[in-house]
């Protein structure tokens, strides 16, 4: 692997020292970019882009041609390893993912295989060697996963869903058959993990998209547990020394208790105040974040006030990685994210003295 020539975010996420402060974006590739929705339109369909690691290489680098970003992310979908287990992923055009064959009963967990990533996502490892290849040591490469509790979200209720009916009637109805479900996914999420920093990924987030969905207690029982058991199962293996990100959507009230998972590094979504998340946790973890993704609608002078006012409630120091709050929205002008871009660049300097 060749040697990297901007470390900016893996010093981040260990809290060492900067000389600015390091962005990136979530869905950094999509489809706010047009050379993304040509290389799809190319593809034939969001499935067939990301099983390719040809064209999961291309949009992957895309941002990084555009902008001066401080790493990239492996192009794939959270949904890669419920699919892999035999539920049969397809997207319905505007409903989003969905599972031919969700988990209904105890008979469809009991029936769940084990994953072997390299066998069962060798398509993800074959992209992820050959980003790291194309990247040539530009910037570490991010690889992910979608968290336990968030993958049984899709998976019992068969796709996208409002109310979480099905999810929550088996976790309150049903613990044990809740707990082997999330355990099992616990185990497949490390194993992809691994397999993916043995591929050369340089850093790791867990994306709990649904955390925040369940209440005070039970956001610790079902998911917060299973995303503590995975960081010891990365730090026992390949990750031992990666930097692992924990963002959970609408996890700010629990800042200190993922802390305690042992991560490296808290992942913010806008509803969370960052300064007082920097102070709660002190120099236990790094955290990243938070801006609102609908800012980027603003005209660019208010994007660079948004810029500054978050940089400001962190404060000086290492620690902080620039991002958004969730995704990039489609309708996303490109030159908006630019002026994110240079704001942080020309910004937070000042910051690192």
């Not at 990297?4 to 996420?13: E, H, Q, S, T, Y």
């Not at 609102?292 to 603003?298: C, E, H, S």
């Amino acid at each position: 692997m060749a040697q990297l020539k901007n470390d900016r975010l893996l010093r981040a996420l260990r809290r060492e020292p900067v000389d600015r402060t390091p962005v990136w974006i979530m869905r950094q590739a999509g489809r706010y970019l047009p050379e993304y929705r040509a290389t799809r339109a190319r593809a034939g369909g969001i499935m067939e882009l990301f099983r390719s690691p040809e064209l999961a290489c291309e949009v992957t680098l895309q941002p990084l041609d555009r902008y001066d970003l401080d790493a990239a992310i492996l192009f794939s979908d959270i949904l890669t390893v419920p699919d892999a287990l035999g539920l049969g992923l397809y997207f319905e055009a505007g409903e989003g993912p969905r599972f031919r064959n969700p988990v209904r009963s105890a008979a469809d967990i009991a029936a769940l295989p084990e994953l072997d990533p390299e066998r069962d996502l060798g398509y993800v490892m074959d992209a992820v060697r050959t980003i790291v290849k194309a990247l040539d040591g530009r910037v570490p490469l991010i690889g992910f996963s979608g968290s336990p509790w968030t993958l049984a979200t899709y998976m019992v209720e068969g796709g996208s869903t409002r109310d979480f009916a099905r999810i929550k009637t088996l976790a309150f109805t049903d613990p044990a058959r809740m707990h082997q479900l999330l355990a099992l996914l616990a185990d497949a999420v490390t194993r992809y993990l691994d397999a993916q920093i043995r591929a050369g990924a340089q850093a790791v987030q867990v994306f709990d998209t649904w955390g925040g969905v369940l209440g005070h207690a039970a956001y610790r029982e079902f998911s917060l547990q299973y995303m503590a058991r995975i960081v010891a199962g990365l730090r026992a293996g390949a990750g031992r020394d990666i930097p692992v990100i924990l963002f959970t959507k609408g996890g700010g009230l629990w800042i200190e208790d993922i802390a305690a998972t042992g991560c490296d590094c808290i992942g913010l979504d806008w509803t969370a105040d960052l300064g007082a998340a920097r102070r709660h946790t002190g120099a236990r973890v790094a955290l990243q974040g938070n801006m609102d993704p609908a800012i980027l609608r603003a005209p660019p002078e208010r994007i660079r006030a948004e810029v500054a006012a978050l940089l400001d409630s962190f404060g000086p120091g290492s620690g902080h990685v620039f991002n958004l709050g969730h995704g990039i929205t489609p309708e996303i002008d490109p030159e908006n994210v630019r002026a994110l871009v240079e704001a942080v660049r020309e910004l937070s300097p000042a910051y690192h003295r």
